[in-house]
């Protein structure tokens, strides 16, 4: 049975997503990343997911263009073309679009309601994790086999 997001999603209970608004500076959102040891944050408006701002974009949009991380806006430089995944969605599914779309979060929406954010670490580990039942059924079902044969 393939692993989805959502039972991702519910072994990490009380998990409160990093979020901030759009007028929130870089240097905020560098900040609440060092302090969760994270590598993005999502920017909302209310409800509304606007976009996501990462290291990638930091990299990219802000120190090679020499802007200020106190002075611009995460509306400036975040990422607002987003993919996102539902919570009945598989970890095969997800780590196809990560690989596909070259990303590293993907946010989860529910209903048009934001309700999580997964890593690739988070779909790797669930794979591994999947991968290690399998074969350990596969071993108890091999040995259960071997052990009532007549040889």
Known sequence: MATTVA????????????????????????????????GSVLVVQGDALLGIFT???YARKLALQGLSSAETMLVNVMTARLYVVSPRQTVQECLGIITKGRLRHLPVVDGGELVG???????VNAQLEEQRFIISQMENYIVGNMGDSQF
Do not use: F, K
């Open 55 to 57: 290291e990638r974009d």
């Open 117 to 123: 954010l997964v890593s690739i670490g988070d779909l």
């Open 7 to 38: 039972e991702i999603l519910s072994s990490r209970p009380g998990v409160t997503l990093a979020a901030l608004p759009p007028t929130a500076t870089v240097r905020d959102a560098l900040q609440l990343m060092a302090e969760r040891q994270i």
